[in-house]
């Protein structure tokens, strides 16, 4: 009896759980088989769910009216250079703020955590003032270095803070007793018992630089520099109208990087946030 009451609870969570998918599922889904159809096609009535004249000519045209390779490659480039960087100073820095002990260190820990608090908007003109007067306006700059020492970083440093509080501190107390230094015990003990967390802070600052869009649209003009946010939007035709189905096709494939890194590394994202709770 127990297990049939038991079968029965899990094929109404599951039931549950399926029609809780169909808002998230379906945009994404439409999406994808829209770019297969004609134009006209798009937005018929009644909407079909799967195209009944599949054309690929949509995704021939994001690669002949843009320069979409390269830009692929420019937000490809700029998403891992950023990832890796916020990695490195996150770490360093949320182990800096956990272990080591220093007059004024919350104090200090306080105001970096104000910097998520301050909308990128409200810095984006003393920014390009500095960038322009350092002449990297319309480079890549700008979309490295503000993500890696911006408001991702806090974030990732405040993730990486919480998990090395939540190590055991007789870790560090043997290391020493093994007679390896502060760098050394970091390297060689902490960093690899961190790597939940580094997953989590590897997702959210690869889907930020990813999805970056005001910061291109300010700091480049030039289309072979664009990355891909910004490219979505230049697929207009010759009246300023959207090409919905030749954007819908540069929207899947801006979609498909975001959905391999989150399917690889989902497991260590969930581990990574759940461990930031356990020590205040």
Do not use: C
Not at 21 to 28: E, G, I, K
Not at 142 to 163: D, E, H, K, N
């Amino acid at each position: 009896m127990s297990s049939k009451v038991s079968r029965r609870a899990k094929l109404g969570l599951y039931g549950t759980l399926l029609v809780l998918a169909v808002p998230f599922v379906f945009p994404t889904w439409w999406m994808v088989t829209s770019s297969f159809k004609p134009i006209s096609d798009v937005f018929s009535w009644p909407p079909s769910l799967l195209p009944t004249n599949p054309q690929v000519d949509a995704y021939r045209q994001v690669f002949e009216l843009q320069p979409f390779a390269q830009q692929y490659f420019n937000s490809a480039y700029i998403a891992a250079v950023v990832t890796f960087g916020t990695l490195a100073v996150s770490a360093l820095a949320g182990y800096a703020f956990a272990r080591i002990r220093f007059r004024g260190q919350n104090a200090l820990f306080l105001v970096v955590l104000l910097g998520l608090l301050i909308p990128s908007e409200v810095t984006i003109v003393p920014l390009f003032q500095m960038f322009n007067t350092l002449g990297w306006v319309d480079t890549h700059w700008p979309l490295i270095l503000v993500p890696i020492f911006g408001a991702p970083s806090v974030l990732a440093t405040f993730i990486m803070r919480q998990f090395f509080i939540a190590l055991p501190g007789e870790l560090e107390e043997a290391a020493r007793v093994d007679g390896l230094g502060r760098l050394a015990t970091f390297w060689r003990i902490a960093l690899p018992l961190a790597r939940p967390a580094l997953g989590a802070v590897a997702i959210f600052t690869f889907l930020h630089s990813w999805n970056l869009y005001l910061e291109p649209i300010v700091f480049l003009s030039t289309p072979e520099k664009f990355t891909l946010p910004q490219a979505l939007t230049q697929f207009v035709d010759a009246y300023g109208g959207p090409m919905w189905n030749i954007q819908l096709a540069a929207a899947s494939l801006t979609a498909l990087p975001v959905l391999a890194v989150f399917v690889v590394a989902q497991k260590q994202f969930v581990e990574g946030l759940a461990h930031t709770g356990l020590k205040g």
